[in-house]
């Protein structure tokens, strides 16, 4: 492709037109129009500023094809993005849903044996350290994946239109709502039932199936919750771009709530280990040191940023 080419077409792919252009660089019209015509150039200064206006490379725009560029940089980067929001969703899921499966295993007992221990406990801690075990697998897995990414790719060009993000928005107080939703049903079931049979609530093995599918629901609602702020992030290609600059002050917010939200988890950790250790049970209710550990690591996240932003 041609100067005159990639220009019109970097300049339409933004939704500006000629006039807009030319105002941005205190040219006329016309001599826009002759540079997308190929019948003049710009001089080295206005070739900068259309560099920089567009997050291009001198060569690419004027001897490369911008538009297959940006058709292969767009892949990949939305690919892995779409597989790191997938993936990071899954993981987490899979931890949560352990607790799910652990609570149905103890509610179990009830239906085949009348209330007898028949699944063993340590059986239900086991299974649910499995599942952690995936779930954690899985993270470190497109962690890695995504750090490499990152240092591979630091500095993104701005490859979505502006239909395309508002398609999306549209889309993310759906999932958003869905999410409430479902957390909300199954605070419905799980009250509805204890106030329909109260027996349920003296009944450890009951209680613990009506946790079981909360829990079930609770699973599913972080997942979309997780799925589209990942999403939503992919879109903002600008602030991918200052996260990844090391002179910027979103580098350094990040890096720091990185650090601290890492020795948040890393003590919950500790301390549900200890509780667990000592008490010989893996499952409830230690495992919501987690709990308390991610509510902790948004709650610092809040103040960082209320901080950067003052």
């Known amino acids: ?3 005159g080419e990639n220009l019109q077409y970097l300049r339409k792919k933004e939704n500006i ?3 807009q252009l030319a105002e941005q660089l205190n040219v006329s019209r016309q001599s826009v129009s002759k540079w ?3 019948t003049t150039y ?4 206005k070739l900068l500023q259309l560099c920089q206006m567009f997050h291009c490379s001198m060569d690419d725009l004027v001897q490369g094809n911008i538009h297959d560029i940006n058709i292969e940089g767009k892949s990949e980067y939305d690919s892995h993005m779409n597989l790191f929001s997938k993936l990071i969703s899954l993981g987490v899921g899979v931890i949560i849903f352990g607790v799910s499966f652990m609570s149905l295993l103890y509610g179990i007992n009830y239906f085949i044996s009348s209330g007898t221990e028949v699944i063993k406990e340590d059986f239900a801690n086991m299974i649910f350290l499995i599942f952690v075990t995936i779930g954690v697998a899985i993270l470190i897995v497109i962690g890695i994946q995504h750090t490499n990414f990152v240092n591979k790719n630091k500095q993104i060009d701005n490859f979505y239109t502006q239909k395309e993000i508002d398609l999306f928005n549209k889309k993310f107080p759906v999932l958003i709502a869905a999410g409430v939703s479902l957390i909300l049903i199954g605070v419905i079931i799980l009250l509805g039932s204890e106030a329909i049979y109260p027996e349920i609530t003296s009944n450890e093995y009951l209680e613990s199936l009506m946790m079981s599918l909360f829990m079930l629901f609770v699973t599913i609602a972080v997942m979309l919750f997780i799925y589209a702020c990942i999403q939503k992030s992919k879109y903002n290609i600008e602030e991918y771009n200052k996260i990844n600059d090391k002179e910027s002050d979103t580098y350094k917010t990040e890096k720091l709530k990185g650090s601290i939200n890492g020795c948040i988890m890393l003590l919950s950790t500790i301390i549900y280990l200890i509780l667990a ?6 499952g409830m209710p230690h495992c919501m040191a987690f709990a308390i550990g991610g509510i902790c690591c948004f709650i610092t996240s809040i103040i960082v940023d209320y901080k950067k932003d003052s």
């Open 36 to 38: 997308e015509s190929d």
């Open 42 to 45: 710009p001089e080295m200064d």
């Open 1 to 3: 492709m041609s100067l």
């Open 17 to 19: 037109t000629q006039e």
């Open 277 to 282: 250790s000592r008490s010989g049970n893996f």
